[in-house]
């Protein structure tokens, strides 16, 4: 059960777009479209922005955008903002029948 | 509105119990499957702990298997997490999380709905 892959730290300017991976394996991220993403504010408990790789949650901005390819998924921040600056989390599920995190990526709109 | 409430946390020496407690409301809880995911002090996200929306079915990392037990209580809207042997790594923020599908029957499906959280300290 190790943790997905995901760069520490991305930053962009306001109005930019951004890109945060999220590497797995074969067994968990490229085996399957149950991939989440999460938004955590500090203090705060995670937010779900994506699910099943490319899905929005009712009320969560259309700024945020999921893919996947093979194993590695992806979260794309359009357009930038002040409030995005947060930690982002991917999750998949598991041929174990777990659920994986990765370590994390700390956003900095510059 | 659709609330997740957890409860139990604590200070507790190494090798203690402790059971936390998720109460829900806003939802139907007996048709989802509920989880348990914690987060240690400046670190990220770790999913524990899945529970069957009838509690028949339960999954656990291995980081928690053969300490933890999971359970539910349909009739009182509220999902439990029983912790034992407690390590001074188990120091976290716990948080209970909904499953976004009806009746899933494993951990696949996304949390939609999060706890505010309940602190565990373990430390003698």
């Known amino acids: 059960q190790s943790a997905l892959t995901q760069p520490a730290s991305v930053s962009g300017s306001p109005g930019q777009s951004i890109t945060i991976s999220c590497t797995g394996t074969s067994s968990d991220v490229g085996a399957y479209n149950f991939v989440s993403w999460y938004q955590q504010h500090p203090g705060k408990a995670p937010k779900l922005l994506i699910y099943e790789v490319s899905n929005r949650p009712s009320g969560v901005s259309n700024r945020f955008s999921g893919s996947k390819s093979g194993n590695t998924a992806s979260l794309t921040i359009s357009g930038l903002q002040a409030e995005d600056e947060a930690d982002y989390y991917c999750?998949?599920?598991?041929?174990?029948?777990?659920?994986?995190f990765g370590g994390g990526t700390k956003l900095t709109v510059l | 509105q659709v609330q997740l409430v957890e409860s139990g946390g604590g200070v507790v020496q190494p090798g203690g119990s402790l059971r936390l407690s998720c109460a829900a409301s806003g939802f139907i809880f007996r048709n989802y499957g509920m989880n348990w995911v914690r987060q240690a002090p400046g670190k990220g996200l770790e999913w524990l702990a899945f529970?069957?929306?009838?509690?028949?079915?339960?999954y656990y990392a291995d980081s928690v298997k053969g300490r933890s037990t999971i359970s539910r209580d349909n009739s009182k809207n509220t999902v439990y997490l029983q912790m034992n042997s407690l390590r001074v790594e188990d120091t976290a923020v716990y948080y209970c999380?909904?499953?976004?599908?009806?009746?899933?029957?494993?951990?696949?499906?996304?949390?939609?709905?999060w706890g505010q959280g309940t602190m565990v300290t373990v430390s003698s």
């Open positions: 999750s998949s599920y598991t041929s174990t029948n777990t659920r994986v």
């Open positions: 529970i069957h929306y009838d509690g028949r079915i339960k």
């Open positions: 999380a909904k499953g976004n599908r009806i009746t899933a029957t494993g951990p696949y499906d996304a949390f939609d709905i």
